[in-house]
């Protein structure tokens, strides 16, 4: 049996001194394993050795019906994303049963279940830490982060959280190396704009016509990609979903007041593992490939992340998850 492994809430991350060592889902290392939208978050990275019988049987101990709605979620993202098909390879039949069950947890989950109160967009965002220092021009800034993030508990496998986006903000377009994820608004409506990355051009004639003039120094950071759709998403809505091969490149922005959506990205970043986060901006887009779908070819510039943009942290106030 796989020892329980809980968080309830990452402050305890935060303070070591006279919290015990399990308290957290994982130890905390600074800029290595973590969620690199919200770099110099304390997230976490223990490595932890699961129940095998228990995974293949998609049965966890102590589950019933007084289990957590989040509690069921981090089980089932245990199970679906314990060996995910990787970039290129086609997914089996049980990873796609797991993945579906998932998203029905996913679909179910609202703001109330993780003690969250939708914010208004004159809410000063309570509890919100001071932004971090991880770039310099942060100190430029004034009145907090736009957007913050909410630990929730993180494996080899997976990671989960909560972001909260403030009226207005956004979370610039960005990839997600060889990951899966599942996206799921809990308050306010957030609209996605969703990118395939295509592969890079051989460098023929009619390849080079189409790429936008940029100075030889940055020809090696244009991306060809396609545009695959832009919605808008509410509580109401099913989780958008991404893979490593589809929709893997995202812009979210706020739409109509303040926004929080639970998230889930299999495996979490970890730019030792060659999956860090990239920032990138479209640059010119092209003819349509579908008029009824309304895909458009684009060229992504990769850039540094945005100045406007970085993302602070608060404690999770929801029920506590145990692996």
Partial sequence: MASLICTKDTSSCNNPKGSRKNVCAVSRRRNRRSLSLAKGLPLTSDKWRPDHAALRSGMMPGDSNMTSIVQRIARQALVTFRSPPRVGEEAGKSFLENQSKLKSLMTEV????????????????????????YHHHHHHHHGGPPVTYMHI?????????????????????????????????????????????LERPA?????????????????????????????????????????????????????????????????????????????????????????????????????????????????????????
Avoid at 110 to 133: C, I, Q, T
Wanted: glycine share 8%.
């Fill in 203 to 323: 460098g023929g004639t009619q390849a080079a016509a189409a790429a936008p003039a940029l100075p030889p120094t940055q020809m090696g950071s244009l991306r060809r990609s396609l545009l695959r759709s832009i919605d808008e998403y509410t509580e109401e809505s099913g989780p958008c979903v991404l893979s490593p091969d589809q929709d893997n490149l995202h812009r979210i922005d706020a739409v109509d007041g303040p926004t929080a959506f639970m998230d889930i990205l299999a495996p979490p970043y970890d730019p030792d593992e060659d999956r860090d986060c990239h920032y990138y901006k479209v640059l010119a887009e092209g003819n349509a490939r579908d008029t009824e779908q309304k895909e458009k070819e684009v060229w992504l510039l990769e850039i540094s992340q945005p100045a406007d943009f970085w993302c602070g942290g608060e404690p999770y106030p929801g029920p506590e998850v145990c692996l």
């Fill in 153 to 197: 508990c993180e494996t080899d496998q997976f990671s989960m959280g909560v972001f909260l986006l403030k009226s207005g903000a956004s979370i610039p377009l960005h990839d997600h190396p060889g990951m899966h994820g599942m996206l799921k608004v809990l308050y306010g409506k957030v609209r996605i704009s969703c990118f395939d990355r």
């Fill in 110 to 133: 609202r703001a109330a279940d993780l003690k969250l109160a939708p914010r208004r967009g004159d809410d000063s965002s309570p509890g919100v830490s001071p932004p971090l220092p």
